[in-house]
């Protein structure tokens, strides 16, 4: 199989070279692409080097699947090109999330969707992911009304120049900034753009991909995203209320059956979630599961991944997989 990886020089780039070649992905020719700037530039895979090419150059080679994480405007501007011919395009950018006829998958949860027509299929936001990875089989079992998340996003969520910022803040030294502000010994309560009501992009992604993943418009989300000065992983405080009540040794014993999920949750032996843990791993981690004592069928837990793995690349190669797994590239 010959696979693209668009933006392959980039934090999830590498990471999805990482990924392809820890799972074994069935890859025959690999086409790492980037940017005009990095064409020629040599990289790495299962001990081989490639040379990173550009984009017309990689649609030229027709590629069965196209692995994109290069921003929304060269997913827009080029999953096209790729998926006219031919090649299946998984995109991590928020370019085709949204729109009505692409699928937004999260493989434990709704890859049964996916059909040999999605040319162009959109992998969800960081942090939706591992939210909804805990919260769907709770969907299923106790019905979901509302959601109430406040994220502490890792830097590596911004890309390089972000690791680049707080790696000169803590130097001491000046340099590009990513941010607003500084982000050593900080947190800045915006993650991506304002919109006109007064969210960010990266909070409303939190409302439309739950809605659209869990197949349910009525479930109510709101969510305040901030940026922390963390690498090893996104953690989120997850406030959910049901329309049933539950028991929470239930809820316990639910989440530790889904795959993809583990448990951490020991108050007597301080065992919870963190990012310093959870960095490098697949897993999505949840922890600190009670009751909302403020309200019926309220519960509160701690979620937390490594973005760049389960909350972009491990998905994306997971959607591969299922499609080669059946038939549909
Ligand atoms: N970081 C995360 O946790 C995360 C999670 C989910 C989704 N995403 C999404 O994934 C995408 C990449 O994020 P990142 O964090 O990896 O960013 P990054 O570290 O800044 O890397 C960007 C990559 O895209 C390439 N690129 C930029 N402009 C291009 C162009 N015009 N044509 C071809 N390649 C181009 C860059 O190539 P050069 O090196 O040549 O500039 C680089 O390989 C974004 O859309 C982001 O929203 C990120």
Redesign the pocket.
């Known amino acids: 199989m010959k696979v693209a990886v668009?933006?392959?020089?980039?934090?999830?780039?590498?990471?999805m070279l990482q990924v392809l070649a820890e799972r074994n992905f069935p890859i025959t020719e690999l086409i790492p692409?980037?940017?005009?700037?990095?064409?020629g530039?040599e990289i790495e895979f299962k001990g081989k080097k490639y040379s990173?090419v550009?984009?017309e150059t990689a649609v030229s080679m027709k590629p069965e699947i196209a692995l994109?994480?290069?921003?929304?405007?060269?997913?827009l501007?080029?999953a096209p090109k790729f998926a006219k011919a031919g090649t299946t395009v998984i995109?991590?950018?928020?370019?085709w999330r949204m729109h009505a006829d692409k699928k937004l998958i999260v493989p434990e949860i709704n890859a049964s969707e996916l059909t040999k027509e999605d040319k162009i299929i959109a992998?969800?936001?960081?942090s939706t992911?591992q939210m909804v990875l805990a919260l769907a089989p709770l969907h299923k079992k106790y019905n979901i009304k509302r959601i109430i998340v406040s994220t502490y996003q890792?830097i590596?969520?911004?890309?390089?120049?972000?690791?680049q910022q707080l790696e000169n803040e803590y130097a001491g030294t000046k340099g590009e900034m990513a941010y607003k502000y500084q982000i050593h010994r900080n947190a800045i309560p915006q993650c991506d753009v304002f919109e006109d009501n007064g969210y960010t992009k990266e909070e409303m992604k939190l409302v439309r991909e739950t809605q659209k993943i869990l197949s349910d418009k009525t479930i109510a989300v709101t969510a305040t995203a901030v940026r922390v000065p963390i690498v090893g992983g996104?953690s989120e405080a997850v406030n959910v209320e049901f329309s049933t009540d539950f028991d929470v040794n239930d809820v316990r014993k639910i989440l530790h059956e889904t795959p993809g999920i583990v448990v951490q949750d020991n108050t007597d032996t301080f065992t919870y979630p963190m990012p310093l843990y959870a960095h490098g791993k697949d897993d999505v981690f949840v922890g600190r599961i009670r009751r909302d004592e403020s309200q019926p069928n309220t519960l509160n837990m701690w979620i937390v991944a490594d973005?760049?793995r389960k909350?972009?690349?491990t998905n994306t190669i997971q959607i591969a997989e299922y499609l080669v797994a059946n038939g549909l590239v």
């Open positions: 668009v933006g392959a020089t980039g934090m999830v780039g590498e990471v692409v980037a940017s005009e700037k990095s064409v530039k990173v550009g984009l994109f994480s290069a921003g929304g405007e060269t997913s501007a080029w995109d991590n950018s928020s370019a992998n969800p936001n960081c992911i890792s590596t969520g911004t890309g390089v120049k972000a690791v996104h973005n760049l909350g972009a690349a």
